[in-house]
């Protein structure tokens, strides 16, 4: 009699590991097919103007190669995501620096840099804009007209649908104001993105590379070609990092590819380096938040307005639904008597952003957190004793009006984390030792929630399809298009197969996502594969599990040994098998587009953060010296996983708080490369304390919630707030650099970041170079 | 003119050394030559002539992995894996230098092997389970 | 902007002597590289003009380090993992082996050389300012002969030295007499490793009681060149360190330094760290 070992909550080898760790694993610059092309992308230099010319120089043998303009595209010049603005191609105008304008493709790769620079384009510049600041005046449109000109969607979320009572304003005790800005991040994936593209008159387009959505690019490839989506094959390959930079733009290569293999005859590999993948594909939208809130003298959270701006870059791409999702996460994890919300996505002539990690949740929750430290200020309160009185807790209802049913305990995790990372003891220690050093200590914290799965109603639009299929051998295979990419996508969903299905972890197979075989689970974004497409999976496993049991071929308590022989037994009797579930729309999850109201996620994790800092006013930098991280996720499928998934996401947004500058002139993203763009290493990042609590929801396979994207949200903020204790300076930008310390802190104008010269690279070349 | 990296993954199709950066940032195309690290995106492959040059192919023996490449397997040290041979490599090469190193040591060691996936912790957990198993060989 | 390596030839003959008299005959055609580290990266990013590249790697003739009684000389082809572990340079030189140990990665330690560090004339190179301090003399080689110059007059201006186009670099003589001095080093970067330097402050001083008997302070980033800060150093000969020489050293610093604004930093913060690191140094001596 097998008794069922526990899987899901132990921590089984990453399925994909050994493979990895060899150094076998297959990315996509890794395949070379045979007859196999390169290809390279024309892009304009200019961020605004007309196409007036294009010539070729004759020094290059132009024979040799393919070359693709828009003319060549079989169905419509557009990369679809929500609208359809963003041009495959430019044809007459190009909206930003970068923008692809033609292809090129040779057998040789060595030759490509060269044909790229002998393609020489004049334009007719027309002006240009950068800032929201810029794109809100209208006084140039670049995108839309009339209403919507330069403005890529608006929300208007407001509690109750009502706007706020004048009284409440004129009867606060306070009213405190505050501005809080974002700026662009890069993903900095360490694989760049790549694809190869094979192109058949009969059986159509197959495209495989890198990515998080293989049915996206299946989207994207129906329209460019005029295809079926039987037509369009998407094949995930081993993928080297995404975070979101692999979620829309693959859209973009892949049917760039594509059309090079189809003109060509061959297969073409198209693959950026570095300096190209940083230039021209998406980052993370900078942000602007306005807060205006009426705080009552006990510290009580009256009424909120805030204004959530966000850059969306030259097309509309995924703006909307990053709006959409900061502006829910604007109010935070606070109960609000009256709150209003207006956003806009603005357009500027910069290459599209995208998907980051967060996904608009970092950027408000940026603003709000340091609003609250500022209330507290203001009012008189610690930053402890503000976020206590104003916590949500189990029964509230959040801005959007959805009634916390699942049970929630703020309270008890800001006091966890305090306590496990010592904060009162070392606020008072700090303060103490301060004045007397050069090098000042600083604590501080950040309370926020994060929302997984798609918004609203966007998992019932997805309707997502899970398979599970025995193999010839009588293993389950799952098949799904949920992608890895580091994550552990294939770990947790064979975790939860073997859970339900009472087999050992290394008896589960997963398909490598090839969209001819395997339904579409929805795009692996949104922190939603181990709660909605682990649920789907833990039900087929279910259904797969009674099928063999109600065949007679099975019965309770099977052994291993059972299962294969019965699977085997039921498939020489009737034939292959294959469970399925489809996506179930929780009963009482209604959310309504209109009013922006209603249950926004099925589950939201909760979290603490605490950031300790040290400020050395000799350099004027500030480090992140020990970090605390305490979050309630539901159920911990696999327990290094998850922390690695925690530990990953606070090192990138240290970055984002503290190094990671993109620095733009005239659209130009200038320090595109590893050496001028700062990433932490390995010496730059302090311990870091991660520590779960579990509360299982009903949504997810074993209770699991999302984890993906929350580590994002809270050290920015915190880290802050750490350094405003440890300063006595209030800084709202991020990211914030020593020069931007400096600035303030000895007041020196002309100082800080914004006095960069990117013009000069300075001393990264020799004598020999340019 | 060739980079030692393209000759290793072209022409002799050894593609764990992977190009990141192409500048020598990310140590993603590290390699041992004659037993030290080194970048291959920014070595001209003349200039290895008599070298001898270890990939991370080069570390399990047979099908059996290198107890280097088991501990970074077990504490999770590897995620997308695309900057996994590099810092196993730089693992390797630190340890010939310090059996059981320091964190300081570590953090040092595997300063140019950039990992965007696991923020380190799980990589030094590794390291630090690679020294106690005593993979100086 | 961008090239492919294979556009570029590369010979790697097999003594100085031959290099010597490749660039004796060609002298404008062939650029010199030894361990790659800066030049490979140009190349990458298409910014390498030479398209001839003569290989100066692993030459015995400039990969050394020679100890003797007065002077220890290190050619030009050492790497910094070479300096690093030598145990006089530890012993003695010490600001010398930790700016080995901060520039760039391991393994970009493993190929880079001092003579590449040198002769790239980056105003925010590592060892530079350690040389500057120690007064080391430079010996340049073609085949015409040898000549020796103070480093300090290497650098003419902004990524221009006294290199002959038919002349390397052969080696780094520093002078052993350096006992009793209080070394200094700090560099701020833009993270904590492999970080191009904002600005860097290498510095020896003598000590005479509670006089300073003779000060040496190098610097990158301040100047379009590595540079001794002499204005300082003048304000700070004979004095005592107090309040007041710690102002006047200060203010020497900032008539001096003339950084400028670029991708990295801006010239105001690093003329205030600048001074803020000698004030460090200062305070270390009291």
């Keep these: 009699m097998a008794r069922t070992p526990q899987i899901v909550g132990q921590s089984p080898l990453r399925k994909e590991g050994k493979a990895k760790v060899l150094?076998?694993?297959?990315?996509?610059?890794?395949?070379?097919?045979?007859?196999?092309?390169?290809?390279?992308?024309?892009?304009?230099t200019i961020p605004r103007g007309r196409i007036t010319s294009i010539k070729f120089d004759p020094a290059i043998p132009w024979h040799e190669f393919t070359i693709v303009s828009a003319a060549d595209i079989p169905g419509e010049n557009t990369i679809v995501h929500l609208a359809k603005d963003h041009p495959c191609l430019a044809v007459t105008h190009v909206n930003h620096v970068e923008e692809p304008i033609l292809l090129l493709a040779h057998p040789d790769r060595a030759v490509l840099p060269a044909a790229v620079a002998a393609v020489h384009i004049a334009y007719e510049e027309l002006p240009a804009i950068y800032t929201i600041e810029e794109s809100e005046k209208k006084e140039h449109i670049i995108w839309g007209e009339g209403e919507t000109a330069n403005t890529f969607k608006t929300y208007l979320m407001q509690k109750n649908q009502t706007p706020i009572p004048d009284e409440i304003w004129q009867e606060a005790d306070f009213i405190v104001e505050g501005e809080y800005r974002t700026g662009a991040q890069e993903q900095l994936y360490i694989e760049n993105n790549g694809v190869i593209a094979e192109y058949d008159p009969e059986s159509g387009v197959t495209v495989r590379g890198s990515m998080q959505c293989p049915f996206y690019l299946v989207h994207a490839l129906t329209l460019v070609f005029n295809l079926p989506a039987e037509k369009c094959r998407v094949i995930q390959t081993e993928t080297g990092g995404a975070f979101g930079g692999k979620e829309d733009f693959p859209s973009v290569i892949g049917s760039h590819a594509a059309l090079l293999a189809m003109k060509s005859g061959h297969p073409v590999k198209l693959c950026y380096d570095r300096a190209e993948d940083m230039a021209a594909t998406t980052k993370r939208h900078p942000s602007r938040t306005r807060h205006r809130t009426a705080v009552s003298k006990d510290g009580k959270l009256l009424a909120g307005e805030i204004d959530f701006a966000i850059d969306g870059g030259a097309y509309a791409t995924l703006s909307p639904v990053v709006l959409s999702r900061g502006t829910i996460h604007a109010p935070g994890p606070y109960l609000w008597p009256h709150i209003t919300v207006?956003?806009?996505?603005?357009?500027?002539?910069?290459?599209?952003?995208?998907?980051?990690?967060?996904?608009?949740?970092?950027?408000?929750?940026?603003?709000?957190?340091?609003?609250?430290?500022?209330?507290?200020?203001t009012v008189g309160l610690t930053p402890e004793e503000l976020r206590r009185r104003n916590l949500l807790s189990t029964g509230d209802r959040t801005a959007t009006n959805q009634l916390l049913s699942d049970p929630v305990d703020m309270q008890h995790l800001l006091t966890k984390a305090l306590r496990d990372s010592n904060y009162h003891a070392k606020r008072r220690q700090f303060d103490?030792?301060?004045?007397?050093?050069?090098?000042?200590?600083?604590?501080?914290?950040?309370?926020?929630?994060?929302?997984?799965?798609?918004?609203?109603?966007?998992?019932?639009?997805?309707?997502?399809?899970?398979?599970?299929?025995?193999?010839?051998?009588?293993?389950?295979?799952?098949?799904?298009?949920?992608?890895?990419?580091?994550?552990?996508?294939?770990?947790?969903?064979?975790?939860?197969?073997?859970?339900?299905?009472?087999?050992?972890?290394?008896?589960?197979?997963?398909?490598?996502?090839?969209?001819?075989?395997?339904p579409n689970s929805g795009p692996t974004v949104a922190s939603r594969t181990a709660m909605i497409v682990g649920k789907l999976v833990e039900r087929a496993a279910q259904s797969l599990r009674n099928t063999l049991?109600?065949?007679?071929?099975?019965?309770?308590?099977?052994?291993?040994?059972?299962?294969?022989?019965?699977?085997?037994?039921?498939?020489?009797?009737?034939?292959?098998?294959?469970?399925?579930?489809?996506?179930?729309?929780?009963?009482?999850?209604?959310?309504?587009?209109?009013?922006?109201?209603?249950?926004?996620?099925p589950a939201y994790a909760w979290a603490v953060y605490v950031a300790e800092v040290a400020v050395d006013t000799t350099t004027y930098a500030a480090t992140v010296t020990s970090f605390h991280a305490l979050q309630e996720v539901g159920k911990v499928l696999h327990?290094?996983?998850?922390?690695?998934?925690?530990?990953?996401?606070?090192?990138?947004?240290?970055?984002?708080?503290?190094?990671?500058?993109?620095?733009?002139?005239?659209?130009?993203?200038t320090n595109n490369q590893m050496t001028n763009y700062i990433m932490p290493t390995s010496a730059d990042l302090p311990p870091i304390h991660v520590t779960f609590e579990e509360t299982p929801s009903p949504h997810g396979a074993f209770g699991a919630k999302g984890i993906g994207e929350l580590p994002m949200d809270g050290p920015a903020p915190a880290i802050l707030n750490a350094i405003e204790h440890a300063t006595n300076i209030a800084f709202n930008e991020i990211p914030l650099l020593p020069e931007d310390i400096f600035e303030r802190m000895t007041a020196t104008p002309d100082s800080g970041t914004e006095d960069l010269n990117p013009a000069i690279a300075g001393p990264v070349f020799s004598e020999a170079t340019a | 003119?060739?980079?030692?990296?393209?000759?290793?993954?072209?022409?002799?199709?050894?593609?764990?050394?992977?190009?990141?950066?192409?500048?020598?940032?990310?140590?993603?195309?590290?390699?041992?030559?004659?037993?030290?690290?080194?970048?291959?995106?920014?070595?001209?492959?003349?200039?290895?002539?008599?070298?001898?040059?270890?990939?991370?192919?080069?570390?399990?023996?047979?099908?059996?992995?290198?107890?280097?490449?088991?501990?970074?397997?077990?504490?999770?040290?590897?995620?997308?894996?695309?900057?996994?041979?590099?810092?196993?490599?730089?693992?390797?090469?630190?340890?010939?230098?310090?059996?059981?190193?320091?964190?300081?040591?570590?953090?040092?060691?595997?300063?140019?092997?950039?990992c965007r996936c696991t923020g380190y912790m799980r990589i030094f957990e590794a390291v630090q389970q690679a020294s106690l198993v005593g993979t100086a060989k | 902007m961008r090239s492919n390596a294979t556009q570029y030839d590369l010979i790697a003959p097999n003594s100085l002597d031959a290099v010597l008299q490749i660039l004796a005959d060609s002298p404008d055609r062939y650029t010199p590289i030894a361990g790659g580290t800066e030049l490979m990266v140009a190349l990458g990013a298409g910014r390498l003009q030479s398209k001839k590249l003569v290989s100066l790697w692993n030459l015995d003739e400039l990969r050394f380090i020679e100890v003797a009684p007065d002077a220890i000389i290190i050619g030009a082809g050492s790497t910094f993992t070479?300096?690093?572990?030598?145990?006089?340079?530890?012993?003695?030189?010490?600001?010398?082996?930790?700016?080995?140990?901060?520039?760039?990665?391991?393994?970009?330690?493993?190929?880079?050389?001092?003579?590449?560090?040198?002769?790239?004339a980056s105003p925010a190179a590592d060892s530079p300012p350690v040389l500057l301090a120690y007064d080391a003399r430079l010996t340049l080689i073609s085949i015409r002969g040898t000549r020796t110059l103070p480093y300090r007059d290497f650098h003419l201006a902004y990524k221009e030295t006294t290199l002959e186009l038919d002349e390397i670099l052969h080696s780094i003589t520093i002078s052993r007499n350096l006992i009793g001095y209080k070394p200094y080093i700090r560099k701020v970067g833009t993270r904590n490793a492999q970080a191009i330097s904002k600005v860097a402050i290498a510095a020896l001083a003598r000590m005479n009681?509670?006089?300073?008997?003779?000060?040496?302070?190098?610097?990158?980033?301040?100047?379009?060149?590595?540079?001794?800060?002499?204005?300082?150093?003048?304000?700070?000969?004979?004095?005592?360190?107090?309040?007041?020489?710690?102002?006047?050293?200060?203010?020497?610093v900032l008539t001096e330094a003339r950084p400028i604004d670029d991708i990295r930093s801006t010239a105001k913060y690093r003329a205030t760290v600048a001074a803020n690191l000698l004030e460090e140094f200062l305070h270390t001596l009291e």
């Excluded at chain 1, 099975?554 to 292959?576: C, K």
């Excluded at chain 1, 290094?640 to 130009?668: F, M």
């Excluded at chain 2, 030559?33 to 200039?47: E, K």
């Excluded at chain 2, 490599?89 to 340890?95: G, I, K, N, S, V």
């Design chain 1, 23 to 44: 150094g076998r694993a297959q990315y996509v610059d890794d395949i070379t097919l045979p007859n196999m092309w390169f290809g390279a992308t024309v892009r304009s």
């Design chain 1, 342 to 377: 207006r956003a806009k996505a603005m357009a500027t002539n910069i290459p599209p952003h995208g998907a980051f990690r967060g996904f608009g949740a970092p950027q408000s929750i940026f603003a709000l957190e340091r609003h609250m430290d500022k209330i507290a200020k």
């Design chain 1, 432 to 518: 103490h030792e301060n004045p007397t050093s050069t090098i000042k200590r600083g604590i501080g914290f950040a309370t926020f929630f994060h929302g997984a799965g798609f918004t609203g109603s966007g998992e019932r639009r997805l309707n997502s399809l899970v398979e599970i299929e025995l193999t010839p051998e009588g293993q389950p295979r799952i098949l799904v298009s949920s992608t890895e990419f580091g994550q552990g996508t294939n770990t947790i969903l064979c975790q939860i197969a073997a859970q339900t299905l009472h087999l050992p972890y290394d008896q589960i197979l997963i398909a490598q996502p090839d969209t001819t075989h395997v």
């Design chain 1, 549 to 601: 049991l109600a065949s007679s071929h099975l019965s309770d308590n099977y052994s291993t040994q059972d299962f294969r022989r019965a699977a085997l037994r039921f498939l020489a009797q009737h034939g292959p098998l294959k469970a399925e579930a489809r996506y179930e729309s929780p009963g009482n999850i209604f959310w309504d587009d209109e009013t922006y109201s209603g249950e926004a996620y």
């Design chain 1, 639 to 669: 327990p290094i996983l998850a922390t690695g998934q925690i530990e990953g996401g606070i090192a990138q947004a240290i970055g984002y708080a503290l190094y990671e500058k993109c620095l733009w002139r005239n659209g130009h993203l």
């Design chain 2, 1 to 114: 003119m060739k980079r030692l990296l393209d000759v290793l993954r072209e022409d002799l199709q050894l593609t764990g050394a992977k190009e990141g950066c192409g500048e020598g940032e990310c140590g993603a195309c590290a390699v041992l030559m004659n037993g030290d690290l080194v970048n291959s995106c920014l070595i001209p492959a003349l200039q290895v002539e008599g070298a001898r040059i270890t990939t991370i192919e080069g570390l399990a023996i047979d099908e059996k992995l290198h107890p280097i490449q088991q501990c970074f397997l077990e504490e999770g040290g590897a995620q997308c894996g695309i900057c996994t041979p590099g810092m196993i490599l730089a693992t390797h090469h630190l340890l010939e230098k310090h059996t059981q190193p320091t964190l300081l040591q570590i953090q040092e060691g595997l300063n140019g092997n950039l």
């Design chain 3, 82 to 120: 070479d300096i690093r572990k030598h145990p006089i340079i530890a012993e003695e030189f010490s600001i010398l082996a930790e700016a080995a140990s901060w520039t760039g990665s391991v393994a970009n330690q493993n190929r880079g050389t001092l003579g590449g560090n040198i002769v790239n």
């Design chain 3, 209 to 252: 009681d509670a006089y300073i008997e003779d000060i040496r302070i190098g610097a990158a980033s301040l100047r379009e060149y590595p540079t001794r800060l002499t204005a300082a150093e003048q304000s700070l000969v004979g004095k005592t360190i107090t309040p007041a020489t710690i102002a006047a050293a200060r203010a020497a």
